[in-house]
């Protein structure tokens, strides 16, 4: 056992595991932070494939792509990770989950479903049962489906705003919706049809959010406004991609550097990274882009605390960690590669 006080920085990946190769580590993973040895400890988990650190104690909420399920997993202070709960919470493909500031929720966008789903966690930090599930199909009444890949209802994310509503981004219905804190429901921004809108990230000083198009590979600049910037005004696209790309798109993340006044977005078949100065917020310039040297960005997110971007290969099951700075200007400096099957999720946490 570890003898120090001091924290040690863990960093937390999971991939999908569904046709996973052998001999490369699967499910949920741990990496010390400041060394390039291999993973300190995995866990058996079907397609782990977000993760929400609690906001207080040493959980992990997880979210398992083409499953039903949430899980409660401790990560201690040695790396090791423990299974404390799971919970059915009625709907498929729960993409993407998010805990609320108070650590007594768990908002999870189930993409398969067309469904939003909160679970309550008790002060345990377990799961004490899904408080409440929205039906996203029919919610946005000028919905095309321009796009063969669009549905009914694909929500892919869900981000709590400070008065407790949620935004939500719906791939098939070209909108963002939100959920009031009353339960009811409005559309916030709508989208140019085929757009795709998969997530968002807001601007910590400036009233604008961002949001990645995964269909048609964009960022779109959205003026927030309302009490706590509840209501979305879509008032600037720029394409990610280079403009002699004539391949396949599906544009996948976004990470935002505010302190570098950059925005980055992962592009799938391009397989890049798009770097956009956001110093002036209302109006992104394409800085340029960052090769990926793998398939299938599907995850590329800023890890803070390290001043590291973190880009997932899921098509060459490699995350590879890159230097901040440099990613900022638009070059690429790889610190450091970790193997992991089909990557679709990391994040950074001091235990």
Same mark, same amino acid.
């Given at each position: 056992?570890?003898?120090?006080?001091?924290?040690?920085?863990?960093?937390?990946?999971?991939?999908?595991?569904?046709?996973?190769?052998?001999?490369?580590?699967?499910?949920?993973?741990?990496?010390?932070?400041?060394?390039?040895?291999?993973? +300190?400890?995995?866990?058996?988990?079907?397609?782990?494939?977000?993760?929400? =650190?609690?906001?207080?104690?040493?959980?992990?909420?997880?979210?398992?792509?083409?499953?039903?399920?949430?899980?409660?997993?401790?990560?201690?202070?040695?790396?090791?990770?423990?299974?404390?709960?799971?919970?059915?919470?009625?709907?498929?493909?729960?993409?993407?989950?998010?805990?609320?500031?108070?650590?007594?929720?768990?908002?999870?966008?189930?993409?398969?479903?067309?469904?939003?789903?909160?679970?309550?966690?008790?002060?345990?930090?377990?799961?004490?049962?899904?408080?409440?599930?929205?039906?996203?199909?029919?919610?946005?009444?000028?919905?095309?489906?321009?796009?063969?890949?669009?549905?009914?209802?694909?929500? !892919?994310?869900?981000?709590?705003?400070?008065?407790?509503?949620?935004?939500?981004?719906?791939?098939?219905?070209?909108?963002?919706?939100?959920?009031? =804190?009353?339960?009811?429901?409005?559309?916030?921004?709508?989208?140019?049809?085929?757009?795709? =809108?998969?997530?968002?990230?807001?601007?910590?000083?400036?009233?604008?959010?961002?949001?990645?198009?995964?269909?048609?590979?964009?960022?779109?600049?959205?003026?927030?406004?309302?009490?706590?910037?509840?209501?979305?005004?879509?008032?600037?696209?720029?394409?990610?991609?280079?403009?002699?790309?004539?391949?396949?798109?599906?544009?996948?993340?976004?990470?935002?550097?505010?302190?570098? !006044?950059? +925005?980055?977005?992962?592009?799938?078949? !391009?397989?890049?990274?798009?770097?956009?100065?956001?110093?002036? =917020?209302?109006?992104?310039?394409?800085?340029?882009?960052?090769? +990926?040297?793998?398939?299938?960005?599907?995850?590329?997110?800023?890890?803070?605390?390290?001043?590291?971007?973190?880009?997932?290969?899921?098509?060459? !099951?490699?995350?590879?960690?890159?230097?901040?700075?440099?990613?900022?200007?638009?070059?690429?400096?790889?610190?450091?590669?970790?193997?992991?099957?089909?990557?679709?999720?990391?994040?950074?946490?001091?235990?």
């Amino acid at each position: 056992m570890r003898v120090t006080d001091d924290p040690t920085p863990w960093i937390v990946l999971g991939g999908f595991t569904d046709d996973a190769p052998a001999g490369i580590p699967a499910g949920l993973a741990t990496h010390r932070a400041d060394t390039g040895d291999g993973p +300190v400890a995995t866990l058996d988990l079907e397609n782990p494939t977000w993760i929400a =650190p609690a906001p207080h104690g040493d959980l992990l909420y997880v979210s398992h792509s083409a499953r039903r399920t949430l899980s409660a997993v401790r990560l201690d202070a040695d790396g090791g990770l423990e299974l404390v709960d799971q919970l059915d919470i009625g709907a498929l493909n729960p993409a993407h989950v998010a805990v609320a500031p108070d650590g007594r929720s768990a908002v999870a966008a189930c993409f398969t479903e067309g469904v939003v789903v909160r679970a309550a966690i008790a002060e345990d930090g377990r799961f004490a049962g899904v408080e409440r599930t929205w039906a996203l199909e029919g919610a946005a009444p000028g919905a095309t489906h321009r796009n063969a890949l669009q549905s009914e209802a694909e929500p !892919h994310q869900a981000t709590l705003l400070d008065d407790g509503s949620v935004l939500v981004p719906d791939r098939a219905q070209d909108v963002v919706h939100r959920i009031r =804190p009353d339960g009811s429901h409005e559309v916030a921004a709508t989208l140019r049809p085929g757009a795709g =809108p998969r997530h968002l990230v807001l601007h910590p000083d400036a009233p604008v959010a961002y949001l990645v198009g995964e269909l048609d590979a964009t960022l779109v600049t959205l003026r927030r406004s309302g009490a706590a910037g509840e209501l979305l005004e879509p008032i600037d696209v720029r394409s990610a991609l280079p403009p002699d790309w004539f391949g396949d798109l599906a544009a996948a993340a976004i990470s935002l550097d505010a302190a570098r !006044h950059r +925005v980055l977005v992962s592009n799938r078949g !391009h397989d890049s990274v798009a770097v956009f100065d956001v110093a002036e =917020p209302e109006r992104p310039a394409l800085v340029g882009h960052l090769p +990926v040297e793998g398939r299938t960005p599907r995850f590329a997110g800023l890890l803070p605390s390290l001043d590291l971007l973190a880009v997932a290969a899921m098509g060459d !099951h490699r995350v590879d960690l890159l230097d901040t700075e440099e990613a900022a200007a638009g070059r690429r400096a790889v610190r450091r590669s970790m193997a992991h099957a089909a990557p679709a999720c990391a994040v950074a946490v001091a235990r």
